[in-house]
């Protein structure tokens, strides 16, 4: 039998499996490589694809790998991230400290290690940013352009220009101008 799974078909033995979740989107990776993790029981370290997304830490078994991250970390909760070589002693390792946990990190180098606090320490800070009522009203208005063309993208089997270059099939239903995501990107204060 054949199982759907991110869009391609894949033989399963036995039975048809569900299609997998992408945990993440491709677009909003912000830094991803190599990181040695502490697991939470055994404390062993073991070495993970770690991916930041602006409100996310995810570790994978796999390299670009974004299905079944085996820990996600919600970094709006994010209390601190910092250097803890005297912590875990051992070298080039970080925390990320969250109110359920600390988690020990350890990167392939100094240099790494500090591009991981940085990026991790200014994705919480964005996360945490609080917007004006006139930034969230645009962001809510946004996400729901957004999500309406997703919507319609997901319905129509032909590609946008296509449907936008004029066919002359009337079963299709014409793209507006108001479906369409807006071309500029979203205003970012730091």
């Not at 085996?70 to 925390?95: H, M, W, Y």
């Amino acid at each position: 039998q054949l199982a759907l799974f991110s869009g391609l078909l894949t033989p399963v033995a036995g039975h048809c499996a569900p299609p997998r979740k992408m945990a993440v989107e491709v677009g909003e990776i912000r830094k991803e490589g190599w990181v040695n993790k502490e697991s939470a029981v055994i404390r062993t370290y073991r070495k993970r694809w770690m991916v930041l997304t602006p409100e996310r830490l995810y570790s994978f078994k796999g390299e670009k790998k974004y299905t079944d991250p085996t820990e996600e970390i919600d970094l709006r909760q994010c209390g601190t991230v910092k250097s803890a070589d005297d912590l875990t002693n051992r070298p080039f390792s970080f925390t990320v400290q969250v109110p359920e946990r600390n988690y020990f990190l350890a990167a392939m180098s100094d240099a790494d290690r500090n591009e991981w606090v940085a990026a991790i320490g200014r994705a919480t800070t964005e996360s945490r940013r609080v917007r004006s009522y006139s930034e969230e009203v645009e962001h809510e208005e946004q996400m729901a352009r957004l999500a309406k063309a997703k919507r319609l993208q997901a319905s129509q089997p032909q590609t946008t220009a296509a449907a936008t270059a004029g066919s002359d099939d009337d079963d299709e239903p014409a793209i507006e101008p108001e479906d369409v995501v807006p071309a500029r990107a979203a205003t970012r204060f730091t």
